[in-house]
């Protein structure tokens, strides 16, 4: 019910309004262009009228001018030819009395009198100011007429005209206004809303209903219409003038170069015609009301009655029960139209319930489309002159704005500014263009917080409200881009750890190879020198070589810490003492020309650390300090502080806790910023060939990294460089102070004092196990020159198996573990194996091995890295023999 | 239509009246002044200043009556005027200026010049000097440079207020009073002319050597031609009344020896020449000095009028201090009485012209 009553509502209204809109309102528009155009054609039919009386007018001033003018000719050429003798005074005062009061002839400059007889002077003025304007002139003007002058001799207001016969002869005479034709005809008897009158070239009254303007001699040269009108010989218009709208026509008399005027009241000379319209206009409206109610009526009784009849009909047949078959066939026979009445409720019924269908089709088609934009997990805008007009709640999430917001927001302030311009043309190109929907993979947008989130956009676009729109669809992909950015970080990061691997596992390779050469060297050096067969002469060369040999270790050294292969054992360091003992002993080759400056106020200096890398870490940074001053005036300043750091991971550091701060800085040239990242790779160096390895920084940073610190330059071209190197400080308690430290001068003790190697009756037997055979010579050879037995084997399986046959276990198994065959750790199994508490010393090259990394945990008693000294190898030995 | 537009965008109006004689056979000086008057108001009005001040006159019809001019005085004090430009008539001037003071409204003459109203302390202001001052200077002269045994006069007393004055002040010189000359004809010009006159040839049997002429220029005329048949060496002494182009193109041939006084300096000078174009191209005429007068009186007033704004002071007190105002004919100064002080001449014919008495050969 409440459908169908929802429907024959519109039915009504917009029957209702095509009605006013078709028929009541076009109606009244004629109506007013109707009276619009009836009062134009009114004025129209007014102006007419005044040109016509003006032209009326201005043919009887010409009759006026022509009878005066004839009349100065005629008596004018008469004395001019018999001088006052043939004219008779009773022709003269007949012809002249109707046109002038005073005239006369002046020939030769006197004055000849006609009628009247007495010369007035008034007159006699103009009349000379004529006659001087027109000898004076030089066109051809024949006669003239004054402006409007007092006439003592009329005792009123009159002009004077004036004929020129020739140089010296010309008629003269006052007009006699008063008897004037147009006077008597027009002027007198004009009443109602028009007026005629006459004014002169000046705009002074010369002829007026009202005598008053004329003998009060008024003036209208002012008026603007009058301004327009006396360049015209014909002028009519509209015009405003003493605060009443006139209608005014003008028409130029030339014989007297007078105005004719006749004006005509706008207002007065409408009003009986706006009456008149305003009764038909009445009339009109109220016809037109009539017919709006009328057709209303008409069409509701033939429209929309039937229309809701036909509803409430249709109702009636749905509610009514389906005729039982057996009335049906009953009847069908019977009642032919039961038939027809049957097959039009069902043919309604179908038809309404297909219209019900499509309409809740629609409905759902609608509802599934706006749950579909609600909940798609993809921000959709549509916009329309630059306003967003709809937004779904992704949309709302994305931006931070609600909906309301949004629209009330011009969508470009929502795109990034860096982007907006940009954004815009591209629309517009596409939509100038009809390009396809395009795609912005990635648009930088900000949110309500003022964040900036990163879209992948589509832009297309759709009709709203019959007119062009955009339909925006973006994804967030502002996590998913920084996934990338740290994914690509990470990756660069690995390819820069994969190259130092590589580089390590080469420098490792290198260095394993090299060590065994130099141990080699150095053995060979310390038997020269043991077995005193070189002359003394050749200790220079030897030291050489030695020191020769040293630096190669310590280049080889230096490669081993950068990869961090070179392990030992860490021990308890004061840095304060190490710090002083580096710079006391450096500063003894350092230039006069440098000075340097200590100023260690650390609180605590206790650093785990191994022996020589805080000594290596300040030795390497005043180095490069040096020579960044070269040879100029300088300053090296090594200062130390106590730093509490509470967010480790701004500085790279693993924890939180105590550190010290070393800072090293020089006054020197500076590092240039293009090559600061590259300071701490390994080989680079801007010294001299020679000078520098390029391994100095590279090994500090390999030292601070395995001592759990971080390092950090400061430096600028011309301002000096400052190395600021952090390292963890140790706790340490009273008592762990003194077990510390009484460690410390225990190995202090170890270090000055070697032990002796046991000496028993039976010689010590050793058995080396060593593939490079130069090697194992020269160990045979140095513990056979100390009292011991010893036995080399170059591979494994040799030495294997002359284990399992003697009799007698050796004391020591020294081997390498970089073996032939079945290799040194198999090796090493097989002799736990046989002889489970048989010491072996590792001697090795590959310093990052397992076994040398855990020696206790595969039963090796000692291990030592090549290259070491005779000293070192027997010590070591000697210990073991002792235990 | 620009002068339209420039009075829409003025800031303030100042009303003005203007109450003369505009109809009938006195008219002619107050149509001319008139005209001046609305030649200055047009020019004041389309200035092209904006934000100043401009001028409307409302014009009335004094009809020579002092009745109906006291009448149209009263209409325009109803309207809100107080300041009014006229009268042109001295005949006006005396009853018009008892009804100002009583009412408080200003007048400032153009031509009234009569010695009654010289000397007071009253609302009526003139730029034109007082005829006593003219007629002395011109009797003076009269009796240092001739012999002067016999005088007649002639006196119209249809604007006797200024006839009589003139020739009283003309006669003081002589220590003579108008009923102790020789022969005194006294006749209305409003009501007719002096050629209708029928005793007018009478005068000749006393046989003048000096004839005292208070007239306008036409009848002026023609008692000069009169004189001349009778006495061709006749002195003539006019008032400037008469001294018009009407008087020379009737006085005819004999044009010796005819007096005038004026504040005309008889010389066309730039301003003179300026002011008849504007004039002619008008209204179609010469102007005569009433015409310049008037114009000039705007003009004093206008300054006036800025004097008083200026300095916060009644318009009387500003119109005293007018000095040496740029008059067309000369300066205008105007003293405390509202008397105006400007130069006067002595003007005499030559070849049919005016020209200063300083050139005559």
Request: glycine residues 4%; neutral net charge.
């Amino acid at each position: 019910m409440k459908s169908k009553s929802q429907n024959t509502l519109p039915l009504a209204t917009i029957v209702k309004k095509h009605l006013v809109k078709s028929i009541f309102i076009p109606l009244l528009l004629f109506a007013v262009i109707i009276n619009t155009v009836l009062l134009t054609l009114l004025v129209e039919e007014a102006i007419k009228d005044n040109q016509f009386l003006a032209q009326i007018g201005c043919v009887a001033l010409d009759k006026y001018f022509d009878t005066a003018f004839r009349i100065a000719k005629n008596f004018a050429s008469e004395y001019e030819n018999v001088p006052g003798k043939s004219v008779t005074i009773f022709r003269k005062i007949l012809e002249i009395d109707p046109v002038f009061n005073n005239f006369f002839i002046v020939q030769d400059n006197k004055a000849i009198e006609i009628f009247p007889t007495l010369n007035y002077g008034a007159i006699r003025y103009a009349a000379n100011k004529i006659a001087e304007d027109l000898i004076n002139s030089s066109s051809k003007i024949k006669q003239i007429i004054t402006p409007p002058f007092y006439s003592a001799y009329s005792n009123e207001v009159s002009v004077a005209l004036a004929y020129f016969v020739s140089k010296d002869s010309y008629a003269i005479g006052e007009l006699n206004l008063t008897k004037f034709l147009i006077d008597k005809i027009f002027l007198s008897k004009l009443e109602g809303t028009t007026t005629m009158f006459i004014v002169d070239r000046y705009g002074n009254f010369v002829i007026h209903p009202n005598p008053k303007l004329v003998a009060e001699r008024r003036n209208i040269g002012d008026e603007n219409w009058f301004i327009k009108a006396r360049h015209n010989k014909h002028f009519s218009g509209i015009v405003h003038s003493h605060g009443h709208w006139q209608i005014v026509s003008t028409i130029l008399n030339p014989n007297s170069s007078w105005f004719f005027v006749v004006t005509t009241n706008l207002i007065a000379a409408l009003t009986p015609f706006a009456y008149w319209i305003l009764i038909m206009t009445g009339i009109f409206l109220v016809f037109c009301v009539w017919t709006f109610y009328t057709i209303r009526k008409e069409m509701s009784s033939s429209v929309i009655s039937p229309i809701e009849q036909l509803q409430t009909l249709l109702q009636r047949i749905e509610e009514l029960p389906e005729v039982p078959s057996e009335v049906y066939t009953q009847l069908a026979t019977q009642q032919g139209p039961i038939e027809e009445i049957e097959s039009f409720r069902k043919t309604f019924l179908n038809t309404f319930g297909w219209i019900l269908n499509q309409e809740d089709s629609l409905k759902e088609s609608s509802l599934r489309f706006q749950t579909l934009l609600h909940n798609i997990p993809v921000a959709v805008l549509i916009f329309q002159d630059n306003h967003f007009i709809y937004a779904n709640k992704v949309a709302e999430q994305i931006s931070g704005f609600k909906q309301e917001a949004l629209v009330k927001t011009p969508c470009w302030e929502l795109i990034h500014p860096d982007h907006r311009e940009e954004l815009m043309h591209m629309i517009q190109m596409r939509q100038q263009e009809l390009r396809p929907a395009m795609q912005y993979p990635e648009l930088p947008i900000i949110t309500k917080s003022g964040q900036i989130k990163w879209l992948q956009t589509t832009v297309g676009s759709i009709v709203v409200n019959g007119r062009p729109a955009g339909i925006v669809m973006a994804t967030d992909i502002t996590e998913q881009r920084k996934a990338e950015q740290e994914k690509k970080e990470m990756e660069k990061k690995f390819q820069y750890l994969q190259r130092m691997e590589a580089l390590g596992i080469l420098a490792a390779g290198v260095a394993h190879e090299f060590n065994n050469i130099l141990h080699g060297i150095g053995l060979n050096i310390e038997m020269l020198r043991f077995t005193g067969i070189c002359p003394t002469e050749a200790d220079k060369y030897l030291n050489t070589m030695e020191h020769l040999k040293k630096r190669a270790s310590m280049l080889v050294e230096a490669l081993l810490t950068f990869t961090r292969k070179k392990q030992s054992s860490k021990r308890l360091i004061h840095a304060h003492s190490e710090i002083q003992r580096v710079i006391t002993i450096y500063s003894e080759t350092l230039p006069k020309t440098i000075e340097v400056k200590t100023n260690l106020k650390a609180t605590s200096d206790t650093i785990e650390a191994e022996e020589g890398q805080i000594e290596h870490i300040i030795m390497n940074l005043i180095t490069n300090a040096r020579d960044a001053i070269g040879n100029e005036f300088g300053t090296i300043s090594v200062e130390t502080e106590t730093v509490i750091i509470d967010e480790p991971e701004k500085l790279k550091l693993p924890q939180k806790g105590k550190y010290m701060k070393i800072k090293v800085s020089d006054t020197g040239e500076g590092i240039p910023e293009e090559i600061m990242s590259k300071i701490f790779d390994p080989f680079f160096t801007t010294k001299e060939i020679g000078k520098g390895t390029g391994l100095g920084l590279s090994m500090v940073l390999g030292i601070v990294k395995s001592l759990g610190g971080s390092i950090f330059c400061d430096s600028a071209v011309q301002s000096g460089t400052t190395v600021n190197v952090l390292l963890p400080l140790v706790e340490i308690t009273k008592q762990s102070t003194t077990s510390q430290k009484s460690e410390l001068e225990k190995t202090m003790i170890t270090q000055d004092a070697l032990p002796t190697p046991p000496r028993s009756l039976e010689k010590p037997r050793i058995l080396i196990i060593e593939d490079e055979e130069i090697l194992a010579s020269l160990i045979q050879e140095c513990l056979q020159k100390e009292g011991y037995e010893a036995s080399t084997f170059n591979t494994p399986e040799k030495a294997i198996e002359h284990l399992g046959s003697i009799k007698r276990t050796p004391d020591v198994v020294i081997m390498d573990l970089g073996l032939p065959g079945i290799g040194g750790e198999a090796c090493l199994e097989h002799i736990r194996k046989m002889y489970p508490t048989l010491p072996v010393i590792v001697i090795s090259g590959y310093l990052d091995h397992k076994i040398l990394k855990h020696p206790e945990k595969y039963g090796v008693k000692a291990c030592l890295s090549k290259p070491f000294s005779t000293q070192q190898f027997l010590q070591t030995l000697n210990e073991i023999l002792a235990k | 239509m620009l002068c339209f537009l420039c009075f829409s965008c003025s800031s303030s109006v100042t009303k003005v009246g203007f109450v003369a004689t505009l109809s009938g056979k006195y008219s002619d000086l107050g149509v001319e002044a008139r005209n001046g008057v609305m030649l200055a108001v047009k020019e004041i009005n389309c200035s092209g200043k904006t934000n100043t001040k401009k001028l409307k006159v409302v014009y009335k019809n004094a009809e020579a009556d002092p009745h109906v001019a006291i009448a149209k005085l009263r209409e325009l004090k109803a309207s809100g005027i107080n300041i009014v430009i006229g009268p042109t008539l001295s005949t006006l001037a005396v009853p018009m200026v008892k009804w100002a003071n009583e009412n408080g409204v200003i007048l400032l003459s153009p031509t009234v010049s009569t010695s009654q109203l010289t000397g007071k302390k009253d609302n009526f202001f003139r730029i034109i000097p007082d005829t006593s001052t003219k007629a002395k200077k011109l009797g003076k002269y009269v009796k240092n440079s001739f012999h002067v045994s016999k005088i007649c006069a002639f006196l119209d007393i249809g604007n006797e207020e200024y006839t009589l004055d003139f020739l009283n002040s003309f006669l003081s010189v002589f220590d003579l009073k108008p009923d102790e000359l020789e022969c005194l004809i006294k006749y209305n010009f409003e009501h007719s002319t002096v050629a209708s006159f029928t005793g007018l040839h009478l005068i000749m049997n006393h046989a003048p050597d000096l004839v005292v002429i208070a007239t306008p220029a036409i009848d002026a005329a023609i008692i000069t031609q009169l004189v001349r048949n009778f006495n061709p060496n006749a002195i003539i002494c006019a008032n400037n009344w008469a001294k018009t182009e009407e008087f020379i193109l009737n006085v005819g041939p004999s044009m010796n020896r005819i007096f005038f006084e004026d504040i005309d300096p008889c010389v066309v000078s730039e301003a003179i020449s300026e002011f008849k174009k504007k004039y002619f191209k008008s209204y179609g005429q010469l102007p005569s000095f009433a015409a310049m007068q008037g114009y000039d009186s705007v003009k004093v007033l206008y300054r006036a009028l800025k004097i008083s704004q200026e300095n916060n002071e009644p318009l009387s007190k500003a119109l005293t201090e007018i000095r040496d105002f740029p008059g067309i004919l000369s300066p205008i100064s105007i003293d405390e009485y509202g008397d105006c002080k400007r130069p006067t001449y002595i003007c005499t014919i030559e070849n049919g012209q005016f020209i200063p008495l300083s050139r005559q050969k």
